[in-house]
């Protein structure tokens, strides 16, 4: 048979007691015997050797490990993280404090340690038995009674020589006075093996009620265990959503400055537009009080060219008589005529290109007008940026209230997202829109600009065609009336 060491026969009788294999008060006993290093009797030895099926020493022959010695190695196995840290700094602060381990505990340890515990820094005690057991001690040996020695028969006539009665009688009463104490102590014995039963049954009770209770510890610590490990995954999530959130916030920020940065430069092409509008209508007014000037002009001419052919109309009225002389200066005026349908035609020219630039300025004012719309257009899908950016706003901080729910918010964030996005995408595509527009409008607005100063040019050049047209007109005028003088000074002479 091989021979169990002490830290392994203590560890088969506490699992002959937990399993309830043999007399749980006497296994009891000798457990204790053993803890504290005290001989056993014979018959308990037999007893326990007869239960583990081998021969045991009491003195344990592996070299102990002290809790100066297990102490640096429990922290070792925190700080690698093999193992339960919270159960190992347990055991360390129980060790530390010279304080008894659980069994489990002290198991728990050892197998990853791989090697045994002294039994002062890893007691193997249970949980109600440091509070409801009682020390139980030993049978006390029953004092052997030395049998009397047998007395010869003496007749009743003869005494046996050198025999005094009186000797005799106080012997009688010592051993009678030690029958009864005997008898005494045998009533003794038999009361406190009464009362050793009494303890054993309460033992027993005390083991039942242990067993239950160590199976529902547990299974309490199973289910604790298992609500740990769904907070930390709850936990988990959490963090996971907390991030979530604040990395939206954080596009949240900076698609706010993008928006405040768009708006500074809608503000300033505004501006900008608003001053090429201004510079426009100016240059637009300058060009019609020139255009006012310039019919003004053609008028005060068109009266002039009226009242200088009334007054040769008087003339050849009255030189009516000087037939002759009309007739050779008529071809002079059929060419004054001529010159003058040609500048007629040159005005009826002039006056429609002013019917077209009059077209032009209409084409202006609806394109004022269209801009003004797209401004307005503008304007309102700014106010709804505005709006729905009021109402994302409320629903951050519904959603900031709702954290508890945060599976239905992240599902909303989403779809806000969404929304966002295709907001976003309308307001670029308006944007861009608006720049397209503002870039016709630019190059209409060129172009009426180039058109116009081709019209001063034309308007220019004819001007400068009238005024040399006038003056050869006078000069044939003033011919004919000094001839008209010569011929009637000749008729009256």
Request: net charge positive; proline share 3%.
């Amino acid at each position: 048979m091989s021979q169990l060491t002490l830290s392994q026969t203590i560890e088969n009788v506490q699992s002959l007691i937990d399993s309830g294999n043999g007399d749980p008060g006497r296994l009891y006993h000798i457990l204790e015997c053993l803890k504290n290093n005290r001989p056993l009797y014979h018959s308990d030895q037999n007893y326990l050797e007869q239960k583990l099926e081998s021969s045991f020493s009491l003195e344990d022959e592996s070299e102990p490990v002290t809790g100066s010695d297990v102490l640096p190695k429990i922290q070792e196995l925190i700080n690698s993280g093999n193992g339960d840290p919270g159960r190992l700094q347990h055991i360390f602060d129980m060790i530390s404090n010279n304080k008894t381990l659980y069994h489990s505990d002290a198991a728990y340890l050892e197998s990853k340690l791989n090697e045994p515990i002294t039994p002062k820094s890893a007691e193997y005690t249970t949980i109600h038995e440091s509070q409801h057991t009682e020390t139980i001690p030993p049978p006390k040996p029953q004092p052997e009674v030395k049998p009397t020695p047998e007395e010869k028969p003496v007749s009743r006539g003869s005494m046996p020589k050198g025999w005094n009665s009186s000797l005799d009688s106080t012997e009688i009463e010592k051993i009678s006075k030690d029958i009864q104490k005997e008898e005494e102590k045998i009533q003794k014995q038999k009361s406190i093996s009464s009362e050793i039963d009494a303890h054993r049954s309460k033992l027993t009770q005390l083991v039942s009620h242990r067993k239950e209770y160590e199976q529902k510890v547990t299974q309490e610590k199973a289910t604790l265990e298992a609500q740990i490990q769904e907070e930390r995954l709850k936990i988990k999530s959490q963090t996971k959503l907390s991030e979530e959130i604040i990395a939206q916030k954080e596009e949240l920020a900076k698609v706010k400055k993008e928006r405040t940065n768009i708006i500074k430069n809608i503000n300033l092409e505004k501006t900008k537009i608003s001053k090429e509008l201004a510079q426009q209508k100016r240059q637009l007014a300058q060009a019609q009080l020139e255009q006012e000037k310039i019919e003004k002009q053609v008028e005060i001419e068109q009266t002039l060219l009226t009242n200088m052919i009334e007054e040769q109309k008087s003339r050849l009225l009255e030189q009516a008589s000087i037939a002759n002389e009309i007739k050779s200066k008529q071809s002079d005026l059929e060419k004054t005529k001529k010159d003058y349908e040609f500048i007629v035609s040159q005005v009826n020219e002039e006056k429609a290109k002013f019917a077209e630039s009059e077209k032009l300025k209409n084409l202006i004012k609806s394109q004022e007008t269209d801009l003004i719309k797209a401004k307005e257009e503008r304007l309102t899908l700014i106010n709804t940026i505005s709006k729905e950016k009021e109402a994302i706003t409320k629903k951050t901080n519904e959603e900031k209230e709702r954290l508890k729910s945060q599976e239905n918010l992240a599902k909303q964030l989403k779809k806000e997202e969404k929304v966002y996005e295709s907001l976003k995408k309308k307001r670029e595509k308006t944007e861009q829109q608006i720049k397209l527009k503002n870039q016709k409008l630019k190059e209409k607005q060129q172009k009426l600009k180039k058109q116009i100063s081709e019209k001063d040019k034309k308007l220019k050049s004819l001007n400068s065609k009238k005024t040399t047209a006038k003056k050869p007109a006078k000069k044939t005028t003033k011919k004919a009336v000094t001839k008209t003088k010569k011929s009637v000074k000749k008729k009256s002479s």
